[in-house]
């Protein structure tokens, strides 16, 4: 693993909770994820089963976890199978985890080789009366591939048809929801490696670039910080910056455009979730300039609006308020085509705002919670609106991670800038920075650089450039 090892307490007190809200004399199971298979025979790295490491802290595949709170014998209540490893296969894979490493890591006592399963498995659902499986229940999941766990639950009721069977899913999102002090301070964490990222590529961003590039200076601080990217990032300039789930990064970034990023870092599996819209060439628009800030006042609202005991669907339908006023300030829409006056159907601010203004966030980028209830206070909210113009090339969203708490919500990424003057210095500091940098290691003065045609970032042989980039294309 890249990160810092993490004290067992943590799976323990998880597995603890987890006991207190099965019914009396139920046996609950949690398998690992599969490694895909790509083409030949080739595979995908692991992703671990967010619910097993939550559980556990165990990334390992081929691994279960079995708890039975209430089995006869003491030492069957918590087991942990795994993998039992062999010269061959960490030859080619490397290390396997001993049993005394994952009693380490999980807390867990009692560790046994995947071979044992069955046969204790068997024993235990005879003494049960309850079986809690597991399954992929986010309801913005589309499953097309059968799963492990899912295997296992139809391999599971074919074998003991008569069992009476629950969901553990629903158990899992209620207590994943709300995070703990060390589950905290791990998406902090992440939130601190975007952040070097972001820093790093303000330095970067100019007329010429590619988006392609910008993506490779956060992989390069994600990595070096023992991060990775949390989900595929969107580097989008241009009329990109329009597209949602724009993830090709193959453009060129033109002088006069916007750069949206929306890129987090991902931690010890924790995840942060960061958007930043940027000028390419340093300095908004006068017209970019007020859609940003009128996105980031929705932001600023939306973030104080996420309270304990509020619906999620009524968070949202204040940020579409806030949303509407804003799009007629901006001349998007008339007053008259307001939600007051027109139908909920299909709201005139859809053309311009048409996603939710945030979600629930943790192990998974888009993380489980029951949404149908009220926000709770330790529930980890990202906060996202945007204003997408199509017919003017551009649009800007804008995106923080909130720790939601009854005295007042705490914004995870309040030392990234976000205000566009911070941004706009921000990105001239880094670049004069990295030009004074580059002439000392040339041996010439920034001013004597200019004059030998090397890029300042903002002086004209950079505009002569940016016009000669845009003819090639």
Not at 106 to 124: A, C, N, P, T
Not at 136 to 145: G, L, P, Q, S, Y
Not at 221 to 231: D, I, P, S, T, V
Not at 316 to 330: F, H, R, S, T
Request: aromatic share 6%; glycine share 6%.
């Amino acid at each position: 693993m890249r990160y810092a090892p993490i004290d067992s307490k943590l799976f323990t007190d998880h597995r603890n909770k987890l006991k207190k809200l099965l019914l009396p004399n139920s046996l609950a199971v949690v398998n690992s994820n599969d490694i895909l298979p790509t083409n030949a025979d080739g595979v995908l790295l692991l992703r671990p089963n967010s619910d097993l490491f939550y559980l556990t802290g165990i990334e390992q595949e081929e691994t279960i976890l079995l708890i039975y709170p209430d089995a006869h014998e003491e030492n069957q209540r918590e087991i942990l199978f795994l993998r039992e490893p062999n010269p061959l296969a960490e030859t080619w894979e490397g290390h396997k985890l001993t049993k005394e490493e994952a009693r380490k890591i999980s807390g867990i006592k009692r560790v046994e080789w995947l071979s044992e399963f069955h046969g204790l498995f068997h024993r235990l659902m005879c003494e049960c009366d309850h079986a809690c499986l597991n399954t992929n229940e986010h309801k913005r999941a589309n499953i097309v591939v059968e799963t492990r766990e899912a295997r296992f639950v139809r391999e599971v009721q074919a074998a003991y048809p008569l069992h009476d069977y629950h969901r553990l899913a629903r158990i899992m999102h209620r207590l994943r929801a709300v995070k703990s002090e060390p589950e905290v301070a791990l998406i902090r964490k992440a939130c601190s490696i975007t952040e070097a990222g972001f820093r790093r590529v303000c330095g970067l961003v100019r007329p010429g670039v590619n988006e392609y590039e910008v993506e490779a200076e956060f992989a390069h601080e994600f990595l070096r910080r023992g991060g990775q990217f949390a989900y595929n990032p969107i580097i989008a300039s241009g009329k990109n910056s329009c597209v949602l789930h724009y993830v090709e990064n193959s453009d060129v970034c033109r002088d006069g455009d916007v750069l949206l990023m929306d890129v987090g870092a991902g931690y010890a599996n924790y995840n942060s979730d960061l958007t930043r819209t940027i000028a390419v060439n340093g300095r908004f628009s006068p017209r970019q300039r007020r859609v940003y800030d009128a996105v980031l006042r929705v932001l600023r609202e939306t973030s104080k609006a996420a309270k304990p005991g509020k619906l999620p669907k009524d968070w949202q339908k204040e940020a579409e308020a806030l949303m509407e006023k804003e799009l007629v300030d901006l001349g998007l829409i008339k007053s008259s085509e307001t939600r007051k006056s027109k139908s909920e159907e299909n709201p005139a601010f859809k053309k311009y705002f048409m996603h939710g203004v945030g979600h629930p966030l943790g192990l998974d980028v888009h993380d489980v919670a029951i949404t149908t209830e009220p926000i709770q206070a330790g529930w980890i909210l990202t906060v996202e609106p945007g204003i997408y113009i199509k017919d003017e090339g551009f649009g800007i969203r804008l995106e923080n991670d909130i720790l939601v708490q009854k005295g007042g919500n705490v914004d995870l990424m309040a030392s990234i800038p976000i205000e566009a003057e911070d941004i706009q210095e921000l990105m001239s500091k880094s670049k004069a920075s990295s030009r004074s940098a580059s002439s000392k290691s040339r041996g010439v003065t920034p001013r004597a650089a200019n004059r030998n045609g090397i890029r300042s970032g903002n002086g004209a042989v950079e505009g002569r450039q940016s016009r000669r980039t845009k003819m090639s294309l």
